[in-house]
């Protein structure tokens, strides 16, 4: 988890900062084994890195590009809804998932019939005045089947159902130094209080703490392995940031023989940010295993980035040496409703569909619960559209252009440019058919204005070229809407070129450059 806080807004955190396959399973180099792998040899001959085309596989397995609307929004006595994980038990899906409210984290459970409709149960982790955990709970289901596809039910260890948990006595957004509780139940399908330990099992302040986990540790996400191949059959993932508070986060591993007495894994992490630039964050763990691969999903910043929050994946044949994914993201904020980040994975497989639960956040700090899935389900879902550009002013977003929001805010404009042609590139998810558009010009009345021109190209094969008998409407740039007609093209890309009015090496460092606001497809 990450923090930034503030006295305004306490939730907009992050804001400014071998197993068998289903229908239409992987490819076959998923499955032949580590002994097919290229890269260095682990212990017992076991490869470190995964090959770049089991890589590709495994995206092209897990990748979700249809996106549904919040499916579970923040309820009306708390402040933010975060963090879910998804299991079956019976005939009925169940999600426990995070609240804050009165300065501190409780945890809830929501069931579904079918994954996509959810009503919220009751607290399974509420708040415990005079101990260790009584302003902060944020639970975690553990020890749920791991198989890529296949039951996604929790298994049982002593007679119980288990979880694990953000813990802490201080008040506040995370408030505090913050440890790794457990809990267990018998019923967990039922709105009732897990048992909880009356000390936490993971701390700070170990003494076999590592420098990287000195100051909080966030979510933490159990799986069982009976092989117990590094020498215990129960295996925590979890993200920690070191002393100072809000800085870095990254994984790291501990091993238990019974769920209550914990050891550290190793020295280091064993996964960290992609870049370490101002604030590096990754975290929020889920681990399933794809054939012979484990695929580790999580949550990164690249913050100097559009859409800087996202989910990915690394995959390990050992448990420890992990190879992060570094092709498109998996989520990437494109809605209102989760323009500010879609971040913090829960990923299944069932009856052939891939659904990828996340975290959403809009512009205004309004948290909720995403879902992405591999198919269309509802008929109503649209692929991702995404939007880059030949040049954008630090504080504007390329992917403004296709929130659904036509005010002057949020943005994309080209200013202080050092061209004097600049272009916005959209690529959709798969070749659709294309005969125009309406774009939204912002104009300031100062830097950034309509340009003197506008043309469109598409990418025919593996170049762009202009498209035919384009018509605007009006015929020159101006303020606000500007609709274009050309004839139809099938294209999974399309080209807006601003020629700016006065910019680029004509008047470096000043002039007049373009921008928009909203592009709209019909």
Not at 179 to 189: E, F, K, L, Y
Not at 272 to 301: K, S
Request: glycine share 10%.
């Amino acid at each position: 988890m990450s923090r930034t806080d503030s006295s305004s807004s306490r939730v907009r955190r992050r804001a400014v900062l071998g197993g068998a396959l289903a229908a239409g399973g992987l490819a076959t180099g998923l499955t032949a084994g580590p002994a097919s792998a290229a890269g260095p040899r682990g212990g017992r001959g076991v490869p470190t890195t995964v090959p770049g085309e089991v890589m590709a596989d495994i995206y092209e397995e897990v990748k979700t590009p249809y996106r549904y609307g919040p499916v579970l929004a923040t309820p009306p006595d708390a402040e933010l809804v975060d963090s879910p994980s998804v299991f079956r038990h019976g005939n009925r899906w169940y999600m426990v998932h995070l609240v804050f409210r009165e300065d501190g984290y409780e945890t809830r459970l929501a069931s579904s019939p079918n994954l996509l409709d959810w009503t919220a149960e009751g607290t399974i982790l509420p708040f415990r005045p005079g101990a260790w955990d009584q302003k902060q709970a944020a639970g975690y289901i553990a020890l749920q089947d791991t198989e890529w596809g296949g039951s996604a039910k929790l298994q049982k260890y002593a007679g119980r159902y288990w979880m694990t948990y953000l813990g802490g006595p201080e008040p506040g957004y995370e408030g505090g130094p913050l440890s790794i509780g457990v809990a267990s139940t018998t019923r967990p399908t039922q709105p009732v209080p897990w048992t909880r330990r009356d000390s936490a099992v993971l701390g700070p302040n170990d003494p076999d703490t590592r420098y990287w986990e000195r100051s909080k540790l966030f979510k933490s996400h159990v799986i069982r392995d009976p092989a117990a191949r590094l020498g215990a059959p129960f295996v925590m993932y979890y993200n920690a940031t070191g002393a100072g508070g809000y800085g870095n986060e990254t994984i790291g591993m501990a091993l238990s023989d019974d769920m209550v007495h914990w050891r550290r894994f190793g020295e280091a992490p064993v996964l960290t940010p992609y870049e370490w630039h101002g604030i590096a964050l990754c975290g929020d763990p889920q681990v399933v295993r794809i054939g012979d691969v484990w695929v580790m999903f999580f949550w990164n910043t690249i913050d100097y980035e559009p859409n800087g929050r996202f989910d990915s994946f690394a995959c390990s044949y050992d448990l420890v040496h992990w190879t992060r994914w570094t092709g498109q993201k998996l989520t990437s904020s494109t809605k209102p409703w989760e323009f500010t980040q879609a971040t913090k994975p829960w990923v299944i497989k069932h009856d052939g569909v891939v659904y990828h639960f996340y975290n959403a956040q809009s512009t205004t700090g309004e948290q909720s619960i995403g879902l992405a899935t591999s198919a269309d389900l509802r008929g109503e879902s649209t692929g991702p559209i995404r939007v880059s550009a030949s040049h954008t002013w630090a504080f504007d977003s390329p992917q403004a252009l296709v929130d659904g929001v036509i005010a002057d805010e949020p943005r994309w404009t080209a200013y202080l440019s050092p061209n004097t042609v600049d272009w916005v590139q959209v690529d959709f998810e798969r070749v659709r058919r294309c005969d125009g558009f309406t774009i939204y010009l912002y104009d300031d009345r100062g830097g950034v204005q309509p340009p003197r021109q506008m043309f469109v190209e598409h990418l025919h094969g593996h170049r762009f070229q202009q498209v035919s008998h384009a018509r605007w409407n009006p015929a020159g740039p101006g303020p606000g809407a500007n609709t274009v007609t050309f004839d139809p093209v099938h294209t999974r890309s399309l080209r807006v070129h601003f020629v700016h009015r006065e910019g680029g090496y004509q008047k470096p460092g000043r002039g007049i450059y373009s921008g928009a606001t909203e592009i709209e497809f019909t």
